[in-house]
């Protein structure tokens, strides 16, 4: 049977993770609903936007992080080319993880 159309988002999930109580329980709800690979890929792509709000070259991420340039590149276009700069951008600002970037926010 065909696909009818693309489902809505369900924020049931979001506002889960949003009630999280800490650290701890948050790891631990992240490790029963992705599997080890989805959660690597998700710290890996969260490393690479730190990495290159720390102004640091694609050669210097991918030996930290063993992303491929095509994951760089797509980090890039979407927290560096967007015109709002990205949440993951904000984010990575707001916590301080980009010591190496002058711009504020």
Do not use: H, P, W
């Not at 709800?29 to 694609?58: H, I, P, W």
């Not at 991918?62 to 979407?78: D, H, P």
Request: with cysteine.
């Amino acid at each position: 049977m065909a696909r009818s159309g693309k489902k809505e988002r369900s924020l049931a999930l979001y506002e889960a993770i949003l009630n999280l109580k800490d650290l701890d329980e948050c790891c631990r709800f992240f490790d029963d609903l992705c599997t080890g690979n989805e959660l690597r890929s998700m710290e890996q792509r969260f490393d690479v936007a730190t990495y290159l709000l720390q102004d640091k070259v694609y050669l210097e991420i991918l030996e930290k992080t063993g992303a491929s340039s095509a994951t760089i590149s797509r980090v890039r276009r979407n927290i560096l080319d967007n015109k709002d700069g990205g949440m993951m951008r904000q984010v990575i600002l707001r916590q301080g993880l980009a010591e190496n970037n002058d711009e504020e926010t």
